[in-house]
């Protein structure tokens, strides 16, 4: 899927990611975004839900109805006491393949080193039928315009690959997922975190979360296995249906052996 763009160690950008996301335009663009996944997930169900996010506090782990939901996140992430409940590398899962039934990626497949990898382990890991959603900045935005210009300064926390929606639904559609809605969120988040004691954003319409000029995307795609039924060949039953065994056909009488 292309040549990535190469990282920087993760201690030089996630603590300057995480004052951004405390600020007001990231906790704007993070509450637009659990709006569209509480509803996504409103009728989910199963018994696994894993959420990797870089978000350092977040109710979206919590969405739905499946029974046991929990969060990973990198050694850095444990030390700076965002509350994951384990330590994992997020282009190697510590999950049994097949166990999960909701994976939530949320800003996460912009700064690994290889998104390929990332999503290569969320198919792994999802049984058929689960569900997986991925959030992204959106580079076809106006904040994509102000996160490429911020990855011209030397140091900056926006060393990141810029992924459009389109280019990780054909990723997906390469591995066995299928693509049932990509919504836009926080088209005004800039706007709303200048607002003094700005409430939390409400929901998106249905025709603003169509408008590909949102500061982020949530993506849903399903992962479709197909079924490997053997078809047992017609040729197979029939060829043997007259067949007699040699030590019957020995007892036949010879007048009725030649009819």
């Known amino acids: 899927m292309g040549i990535w763009r190469e990282q920087a160690a993760e201690a030089e950008w996630l603590p300057g990611l995480n004052d951004w996301f405390g600020g007001a335009t990231g906790a704007a663009i993070v509450a637009a975004e659990q709006a569209l996944i509480d509803e996504l997930l409103e009728d989910s169900f199963g018994y696994n839900q894993l959420l990797l996010s870089?978000?350092?506090?977040?109710?979206?782990?919590?969405?739905?109805r499946v029974q046991r939901q929990f969060r990973l996140g990198s050694s850095l992430q444990l030390q700076s006491a965002v509350g994951?409940?384990?330590?994992?590398?997020?282009?190697?899962?510590?999950?049994?393949?097949?166990?999960?039934?909701?994976?939530?990626?949320?800003?996460?497949?912009e700064?690994?080193?290889n998104p390929h990898l990332l999503m290569r382990?969320?198919?792994?890991?999802?049984?058929?039928r689960g569900r997986l959603v991925?959030?992204?900045?959106?580079p076809l935005s106006l904040w994509g315009l102000l996160v490429c210009a911020g990855r011209l300064r030397r140091?900056?926390?926006w060393q990141t690959h810029l992924l459009a929606s389109r280019r990780v639904a054909d990723l997906l559609?390469?591995?066995?997922?299928?693509?049932?809605?990509?919504?836009?969120?926080?088209h005004a988040a800039p706007l709303e975190a200048l607002r003094r004691g700005a409430a939390r954003p409400?929901?998106?319409?249905?025709?603003?979360?169509?408008?590909?000029?949102?500061?982020s995307y949530v993506l849903s795609a399903v992962k479709h296995r197909a079924r490997m039924n053997p078809i047992r060949p017609r040729w197979q039953s029939e060829a043997f249906a007259n067949v007699r065994p040699i030590a019957a056909a020995r007892n036949t009488p010879s007048h009725l052996r030649n009819r």
């Open 134 to 138: 991925v959030l992204n900045f959106n």
């Open 173 to 186: 559609g390469v591995l066995d997922f299928q693509v049932d809605s990509i919504d836009f969120a926080a």
């Open 84 to 109: 994951v409940d384990g330590v994992c590398d997020f282009q190697h899962l510590p999950i049994e393949s097949e166990s999960l039934d909701v994976l939530i990626i949320q800003h996460v497949l």
């Open 202 to 215: 409400a929901r998106p319409g249905r025709i603003q979360r169509r408008v590909p000029l949102g500061c």
């Open 111 to 113: 700064f690994v080193e």
């Open 54 to 64: 870089l978000v350092p506090a977040t109710g979206a782990g919590k969405a739905g």
């Open 155 to 157: 140091h900056s926390i």
């Open 121 to 128: 382990e969320a198919s792994r890991v999802l049984v058929p």
